[in-house]
Structures are given as structure tokens and as C-alpha cells.
């Protein structure tokens, strides 16, 4: 079983690339976070649901979505990705420039991004996560309670506007993509 903490001191993407396929981590700010055990079935279930309904919404859009395991390289300059130190696998990342895809995942901010709370996961998300989505330029963030609330980032001026909570119940509009609206089941 994995630990927290694990992999010691300041790390890059290319200690990261190096690491056994089975494991899962993610880097921020040069600090690796374990990412097992899987998610639960409620967390899974609900990216399921969003997913199905923002695809649909992309058939014949530019954009595209991901889902965890993806990376998303957030570089802080130009620097090479094996000096990238934030590598995240959000559970859902949307992209519409494609100029930002490779085959190793995303390099840059998704325009998109949100991530299903579990309450292994929630305190990262809410604060390391959030920071380096905002410093970024990740345009929507959305941090989803599986049961029953949302709460809503979006960018203005380079930093997050105060966050909008919203119940899990009716629609909610979708600022980073036109057109688009969230049903909750």
C-alpha cells in the first residue's frame, strides 16, 4: 500500500516519468501526492454523468475532454517539461486549444477543469489544486460534492473571483463554454 509522501524533496516531471506505470501521483509544486486508492463508486458515477453530458455537448465543437489518468503539465515559464513541477490528473479536463495537446496529455491550462471531492482528496483540491489551477489560468474550476453541491471558480483579472456555491439540483451554466449547461442528476 502506498503512502503519502512517499517520493522525497522537490520533484519534476521527469522524475515523474520514471516512476512504475502502476502507481498514480501527481506533482504540485514539486511535491508528489499518492493517488490511490481508486475513487468511490458515487465519485465515479457522478465524472460518468458529467462526462456523458459535456461530450455530448463537444460532438462538432473544437473543444475536447479528458478524463483521469490524463496529465496536465502546468509549466510556470517556458521551462522543458522535465522541469515542469505541477502534473495533475484532474477528473475532468476540458481543452479547446488543441495546440496544448500532445501525446503525453496537456501541457498548459485546460479551460476546464473539475474535480469530484472524496475526503482523501478534498483538502489538496480545495487549496494546493485550486492554487495552481489559478496561477495557471484555468479559466472554470468546479469542485464537486458528490451528493449535493458545487462550488464554482472562474477567472477574472488573473485570479479567481469569490467562489459561487451552487446546490446539485436544476442547471448550471458552464461560463468557460458557451452555450453549455450542466443538468444534475
Request: with cysteine; net charge negative.
Given at each position: 500500500?502506498?503512502?503519502?509522501?512517499?517520493?522525497?524533496?522537490?520533484?519534476?516531471?521527469?522524475?515523474?516519468?520514471?516512476?512504475?506505470?502502476?502507481?498514480?501521483?501527481?506533482?504540485?509544486?514539486?511535491?508528489?501526492?499518492?493517488?490511490?486508492?481508486?475513487?468511490?463508486?458515487?465519485?465515479?458515477?457522478?465524472?460518468?454523468?458529467?462526462?456523458?453530458?459535456?461530450?455530448?455537448?463537444?460532438?462538432?465543437?473544437?473543444?475536447?475532454?479528458?478524463?483521469?489518468?490524463?496529465?496536465?503539465?502546468?509549466?510556470?515559464?517556458?521551462?522543458?517539461?522535465?522541469?515542469?513541477?505541477?502534473?495533475?490528473?484532474?477528473?475532468?479536463?476540458?481543452?479547446?486549444?488543441?495546440?496544448?495537446?500532445?501525446?503525453?496529455?496537456?501541457?498548459g491550462a485546460p479551460d476546464w477543469v473539475i474535480e469530484v471531492l472524496s475526503c482523501r482528496t478534498a483538502a489538496k483540491d480545495q487549496g494546493e489544486k485550486r492554487d495552481a489551477y489559478e496561477r495557471a489560468g484555468v479559466r472554470e474550476y468546479w469542485l464537486v460534492h458528490p451528493t449535493d453541491r458545487t462550488l464554482i471558480h472562474r477567472l477574472a483579472d488573473g485570479a479567481y473571483d469569490r467562489p459561487e456555491l451552487r446546490p446539485l439540483i436544476g442547471e448550471t451554466a458552464v461560463g468557460a463554454i458557451a452555450g453549455l449547461t450542466v443538468i444534475w442528476p
Open positions: 500500500m502506498h503512502q503519502p509522501g512517499l517520493k522525497q524533496g522537490r520533484l519534476t516531471y521527469g522524475d515523474y516519468r520514471r516512476w512504475p506505470e502502476d502507481e498514480r501521483w501527481e506533482l504540485i509544486d514539486g511535491r508528489a501526492y499518492d493517488m490511490c486508492p481508486a475513487p468511490s463508486r458515487g465519485h465515479q458515477a457522478m465524472v460518468v454523468e458529467l462526462v456523458r453530458q459535456i461530450g455530448n455537448f463537444l460532438l462538432d465543437k473544437p473543444c475536447e475532454i479528458y478524463v483521469a489518468p490524463f496529465h496536465v503539465r502546468l509549466p510556470k515559464a517556458n521551462e522543458a517539461d522535465d522541469q515542469v513541477d505541477t502534473v495533475v490528473q484532474p477528473d475532468i479536463a476540458v481543452i479547446c486549444d488543441p495546440g496544448k495537446l500532445d501525446e503525453a496529455g496537456c501541457r
